[in-house]
């Protein structure tokens, strides 16, 4: 006898044409409903996944909480995937998609005492070949997921091994027929799919009203019952997606090996919403480092460790991780709440790393008469070489006519480093606050002290060795960039880069760093596309006059090309473009 698993899910995004109180909302009248049906009919079985939605229900509704536990202990309801919710599963880096499936699965052990082995991801846009590895050490089997559809993605089988980078495998399968079901309609969509499908030994079907919640109906489940009365060369159940996997296993059926990205899908979605995307990654390395501070200074006992504080955070990154939330495919009032959630997240962990970078210096001595004190903690578990940018306060402002202060940094060996001093954030005009960048080698793990001082001097000084302007026989300049064994050369009409050498050997084209502008068209998401490749046009430099006008200067002429750091640690230069009303500050 074949056989169909049908998998009853309420798909139930938390935001997207919605704000989060009403996707909250939502989750209440869905569970309410699925919960009561899972009473009248013996055979049902509601699947649901996302924890966060659960842990809504479990602050608004303790009793529709209780009930659902009930029915988990009686398998009439089925804990499905086990993540906080469905994330985008392209931009986060992996150690976010670990703390999904880490977060999620914490919570339904505590709370229903399951653990589920399929990994369920219905909407994501697209599917990073790296999860394979995470899966499979998270302990999980098998994976369900939807997108790219197949006129997106052609795949050997919707059922396939899939390997990831390290030689990692599990079980997955594509659902082609989508996550939903039009209410009144679950009938025709499985015999739709047993026609479809007469080849087929065993399917697996996905079934639910909405795109807004909803589920199962009564009606729908009416019909199920007739079609499975009626049915005779399939058996036709009730089911959850681990049931699937678990015979298609025992089938031993020679599946094929896909080793690639499940992508693309809506490739428009990754080139929107710009601040979401750089808030998010603010956010996400916000987290990770102070994870790390603050265990240090838990472990050397000078605080508590912050475990509730971390946690509403890390809930704050993971809620705007969601797939339409991060690839920027909701609404604008979402996108505002995106940033007010991830912001506060911010606050949260700018407190808890200063609380414990503060901690982390006791027992430090006094500082000397006139030193200033600069202390860099290094969070990773291997050394690095880096450019370290601060400003510090003088005592007073430098008023002394035709003098300035030149900081002198010391590392804890008394060695004096390389630094210099850049444009420091105010524009005050009085010499008070001084920015100092240096090149310092960190320890791994390790809070370091290094020494500034100030030394009054006559001019500023000149690193003239480090910069040269040249003139090319066509009349053109360009600007060198060198270190000890790379030289990057700028060009002064184009104000790009001709050349990039290191240890001589050539890694760019001339006219590298070109920003050019793309075709595009009203659908955000690029739904029908999977790539934006024809240029319509080129940011160019501005001139002399359109120049000084952008920088706001009172010069009649500023060169668009310019030098405006410089010094033995960095050089940078701008180069300043437009493309109709748009405009471009490009440093190097």
């Known amino acids: 006898m074949k056989i169909l698993h049908l998998v009853c899910n309420s798909h139930l995004d938390p935001v997207w044409l919605w704000m989060w109180e009403e996707g909250a909302a939502e989750a209440l009248t869905t569970f309410r409903t699925a919960a009561c049906l899972c009473d009248d009919f013996e055979e049902f079985v509601f699947c649901h996944n996302e924890s966060v939605l659960y842990k809504w229900i479990e602050e608004l509704e303790p009793a529709l909480h209780e009930k659902i536990k009930r029915l988990v202990r009686e398998k009439k309801w089925f804990i499905m ?51 394979v590895q995470i899966l499979k050490k998270s302990g999980y089997n098998s994976y369900l997921f939807c997108r790219p559809d ?71 489940l009416h019909q199920i019952r007739f079609v499975i009365k009626e049915q005779k060369k399939w058996e036709i159940r009730h089911s959850r997606p681990e049931d699937y996997f678990s015979a298609l296993e025992k089938s031993k059926t020679d599946l094929p090996r896909y080793k690639k990205d499940l992508n693309p899908w809506a490739v428009g979605c990754y080139t ?12 996400e390395n916000s987290f990770f480092l102070a994870e790390k501070i603050a265990s240090h200074a838990a472990l050397e006992n000078l605080i508590e460790y912050p475990f509730s504080d971390l946690n ?26 995106a ?19 503060i901690s982390l210096l006791s027992g430090e001595p006094a500082a000397d008469e006139g030193e200033y004190p600069i202390f860099v903690y290094n969070p990773h578990p291997f050394a690095v070489s880096e450019d370290i940018v601060c ?27 390389l630094s210099q001093v850049e444009k420091e954030s105010s524009n005050i005009a009085d010499e008070w606050r001084k920015r100092v960048v240096f090149t310092a080698d960190l320890s791994p793990g390790k809070m370091q002290r290094f020494s500034c001082r100030l030394r009054r001097i006559k001019t500023g000084p000149e690193y003239s060795k480090f910069k040269r302007t040249v003139s090319q026989g066509n009349g053109s300049e360009i600007i060198e960039m060198m270190a000890d064994q790379a030289k990057a050369v700028v060009n002064r009409t184009t104000g790009l880069v001709d050349a990039f050498e290191i240890q001589g050997r050539q890694l760019l084209l001339s006219n590298s760093f070109r920003c050019l502008v793309m075709e595009d068209y009203p659908d955000p998401w690029g739904m029908k596309v999977d790539s934006f490749r024809n240029v319509i046009g080129q940011f160019k430099l501005f001139n002399e006059l359109e120049s000084a006008v952008f920088a706001g200067v009172s010069n009649q002429a500023l060169d668009p090309v310019r030098i405006i750091e410089d010094g033995p640690v960095r050089m940078i230069v701008e180069a300043l473009f437009k493309y109709n009303h748009s405009f471009l500050s490009l440093r190097y």
Not at 312 to 337: K, M, R
């Open 81 to 131: 995937g086990g993540w906080f919710l469905q994330p985008d599963c392209n931009i986060p880096s992996g150690e976010s998609l670990v703390r999904q499936i880490l977060t999620g699965k914490r919570y339904f052990i505590q709370q229903f005492g399951y653990e589920p082995k399929t990994a369920v991801n219905f909407d994501p846009f697209g599917h990073s070949r790296g999860l």
């Open 150 to 220: 197949p006129a997106s993605l052609a795949l050997p089988s919707d059922d396939f091994v899939w390997v990831g980078y390290d030689g990692s495998e599990i079980l997955a399968h594509r659902a082609p027929d989508h996550y939903n079901s039009e209410q009144g309609k679950a009938g025709d969509k499985i015999l739709s799919w047993i026609k479809q499908n007469k080849d087929r030994k065993s399917g697996l079907l996905l079934w639910g009203i909405g795109d807004h919640g909803g589920g199962a109906s009564r009606e729908d």
């Open 312 to 337: 509403n955070a890390l809930e704050d990154l993971l809620f705007c991780e969601f797939h339409d939330i991060l690839p920027g495919s909701s609404i604008h009032e979402v996108e505002e709440q």
């Open 272 to 283: 929107t919403m710009a601040r979401i995307k750089q808030k998010h990654r603010q956010l």
């Open 391 to 417: 400003e510090l306060q003088p005592y007073q402002p430098n008023w002394e006519k035709g003098t300035m202060f030149l900081p002198e940094i010391v590392d804890e060996h008394n060695r004096i480093l």
């Open 339 to 357: 940033l007010q959630r991830m912001d506060h997240g911010i606050e949260i962990l700018s407190r808890l790393k200063f609380k414990a970078f």
